[in-house]
C-alpha cells in the first residue's frame, strides 16, 4: 500500500498539472458563466414576454438536462451542425452554457429580494446608469449571492470531473491514465479524492469570508 | 435510427429509472441515520460523519465511482458495474440526504421535545412521533431536489460499463455515425423526468408557504 502511494508520487507531475487544469477550467467557466449569467438574469425578468420566455426555456432545459449528455451533445453533435470543436474548447463552452443558466437563476433570485430604497436613493442623487449599477447594484448583489455562487462553483468543479469521458486532461483523467499505467487504483483515486476536498475546502473558505464581509457591512 | 435502436435506448431508460430509484431508496434512510449520528453528538461517530460527508460531497461521482469500481477488486472484495454504480450512488446521495435531514434537526423546536419527555414519552416514541412527522415535511423540498441532482449525475454510470439511457445513445451514434438523433431522445427521456421532480419541489414549497399563512 505504502509502495502504491510512492507510485502516485512518482508521478506527481501528472497528478498536479490535472489538477491545474481542473482549477483553470472551473475558474475560467465559472467567471465565463457569472457574466452571461448578468445576461440571461435582465432578459428573465424582462417585460417582453418572448424575451423572458426564451430565456426560462434555456434555463429550465439546462436544468432538466445531466451535465454529460449536455457535453456529448457539445463534443459528438456539433460537428453534425458544422460546429468541431477541440476537447478544451467543447468542455469549456459546455461548463459555461450549462452553468451560466444556474448563475442567472441565483443572481434573480437574489435580485428580487435586494431593497428597492437604495436604488430609488442612487437615481435621485444622480448617478448615471452604469454608476448606479456599479456602485449601488452590483456590491449588496454580489454579497448576497455570495454563498450561493460559491456552492455552484463547487458544482462546477464536480461537473468538470466528467469532462474525462472527452479526454480532457484533468485531475479525475490524471488519476485514471496513473491507475492504467501502474495498477494502483485506490492509491490513484484516494489522492484525487483528497485533492477535490482540498479545492472545495479553499472555496468554502473563501465563502464564509465573503459572509464575514457581509456581515460587516450590514 | 431504427425502430430497434428507440428500443435500445428505452432499455436503457429501465436502467437509468432502476438505479435511480434504489439510490434514492436506500441513500434516504442511510442519510437520516448519519445526520441523527450527528445531531445526537455520538463520540467519534459524529466527527467520522462529519468528515465522511465533507469528503463526499466534494468528489465528483465519476472519481468515486472509478475508486469503488477499480480499488474493491484491489483488496479482495470483487465487485460488479451495477453495484459499484449503486454503491457510488448511495455514498453520494446519503452524504447530501445527511445535510437536509440535519438543517430539519437543528432547526427542530425545542420545547416540544421537552413536551414529550415530560409526557413520559420514551426516546423511541418520541422520536416517531414528534420529530419523524415534523422533519419529514420540513426536509421533503431539499429531498426532492437532491433526487432530481441525483437523476442528473447518472450518466456518469455508463463509465463502468453500464448500459443507461446515456451510454445506448452514445453507443448507437457511434454505430450510424449520426450522433446528434439518439443524444436528442436521451434529453427528450430525461428532460420530463426531471422536470416532473424540480416542479414536485415547486408546489410543495408553495403548498407549505400557503399553509404558513392560513395558520
Known sequence: MIHDFGVVWSE???????????????????IAALLLGFIVTPALMSKHPAVAGAARVFVDGMRCVPFLLFAYIVYYGFPSFGVRLDNWT??????????????????????????????????AFGFSEIGLFRRIILPPLLLSAGPVIGNQMIQIIKDSAFLTIIALPELTHAASSIQSRHYVPFAAFITA???YWGLCLVIEAGVSSIGRVAEARR | MSG????????????TVMLSLVGILIGLPIGLGLALLRWARVPIA????????????????????????????????????????????????SA????????????????????????????????????????????LPG???????????????????????????????AQTYEPLPPLLVAVALYAPIVFALVSLQRWIERRQIAAEFAA
Open chain 1, 12 to 30: 506527481r507531475a501528472l497528478l498536479l498539472s490535472g489538477l491545474a487544469n481542473t482549477a483553470i477550467l472551473s475558474t475560467l467557466s465559472a
Open chain 1, 90 to 123: 467543447s468542455g469549456l463552452a459546455a461548463l459555461t452554457i450549462y452553468n451560466a443558466a444556474y448563475m442567472a437563476e441565483i443572481l434573480r433570485g437574489a435580485w428580487v429580494v435586494q431593497p428597492r430604497e437604495p436604488i430609488e436613493a442612487g437615481v
Open chain 1, 193 to 195: 479524492v483528497f485533492l
Open chain 2, 4 to 15: 430497434g435502436d428507440i428500443t435500445a435506448i428505452l432499455q436503457g431508460a429501465i436502467v
Open chain 2, 46 to 93: 459524529s466527527g467520522v460523519v462529519t468528515v465522511y460527508v465533507s469528503v463526499l460531497r466534494a468528489t465528483p461521482l465519476v472519481t468515486l465511482l472509478l475508486l469503488l469500481f477499480f480499488a474493491l477488486p484491489n483488496i479482495g472484495l470483487p465487485i460488479n458495474p451495477i453495484s459499484a454504480a449503486i454503491l457510488a450512488l448511495v455514498m453520494n446521495t
Open chain 2, 96 to 139: 447530501f440526504n445527511c445535510e437536509v435531514w440535519r438543517s430539519a434537526l437543528v432547526n427542530f423546536p425545542k420545547d416540544q421535545y421537552e413536551a414529550a419527555q415530560s409526557v413520559g414519552m420514551r426516546g423511541g416514541q418520541r422520536f416517531r412521533r414528534i420529530v419523524l412527522p415534523q422533519i419529514v415535511r420540513v426536509s
Open chain 2, 143 to 173: 429531498l426532492v431536489n437532491e433526487m432530481s441532482l441525483l437523476i442528473k449525475v447518472t450518466p456518469v454510470l455508463a463509465v463502468v460499463g453500464v448500459v443507461d439511457i446515456t451510454r445506448a445513445a452514445v453507443r448507437i451514434g
